[in-house]
């Protein structure tokens, strides 16, 4: 990972970030990173949310924030902002209804299982997934973290796991290709194009899939901790943690504009 002030950004025309731990700290969004989000607007950049946190969020998100749009569940759904109004996107064709009683099944399955297992306090605004609490209000450890997700792959489903949540589900999105896809609604562009002319932010494993996708990948500096999981990891990487590398990883974009 080279540092963030190496990025060639004047080409640039947007950021996709993730929300926890890349815009927050200790759950609660950083000043610097909210003032950066205002920045990088007022600019001219788009900015995309892309979050593992649900739909309910990111509408509320979505409608607040000085965003084009919100993603959530990983890829599964996302709320775009478009002529004034909001905008709801699967990824999966159709209404999400049948997996609905799957992903509660296999929710009953893993709180069953393993009595360590707890639902995320997030669970009743989710659609396309389910989510379980491996570093939000208790902390797990890793060999506890290991035996949900493959159970969870055991009964048929996708998993990722994020610096709080470790999240199954059954569609087959992630963030780089709801990115794409949200990109090429709104805006109209090629999954080429927004590989790379848009920075990806992010800080754990569940930013896989954007690290690989995203030309101008960066990771804040907390990322750091899941290093020897990331293949590839961020092509580049902030000198500070959290909210902080945020509103870093911005400065580095707009220095150049």
Known sequence: MRPVAELASSGLRGVFSDIDDTLTHGGVVDLEAYAALIR?????LRVVLVTGR????????????????????????????RNGRLERMYFAAGEP????????????????TFPFARRSDDSGLRITDAAFDIGETQHLARAEVDAI?????????????????AHACFHTADKALMSARVAAELWGESSAEVAEHYAFVGDSPNDQAAFAFFKA???????????????????YVTPSPNGHGFAEAIEAILSQR
Request: charged fraction near 20%; proline fraction near 6%; glycine fraction near 8%.
């Open 217 to 235: 990948s960066i990771g804040v500096a907390n990322v750091a901790r899941y290093a020897v999981d990331l293949r590839p990891p961020p092509s």
């Open 97 to 112: 209804a049948d997996d609905a009683q799957r992903l509660a099944a296999l929710t009953a399955d893993i709180l069953r």
């Open 149 to 165: 997700t493959t159970r969870i792959r055991e009964l048929g489903a996708r998993t990722l796991v994020s610096s709080v949540h």
């Open 40 to 44: 990088a607007r007022a600019a001219g």
């Open 54 to 81: 649900p739909a309910g969020w990111a509408e509320v998100l979505a409608s607040l924030w000085p965003v084009d749009a919100a993603i959530a569940e990983n890829g599964g759904i996302a709320y775009l902002k």
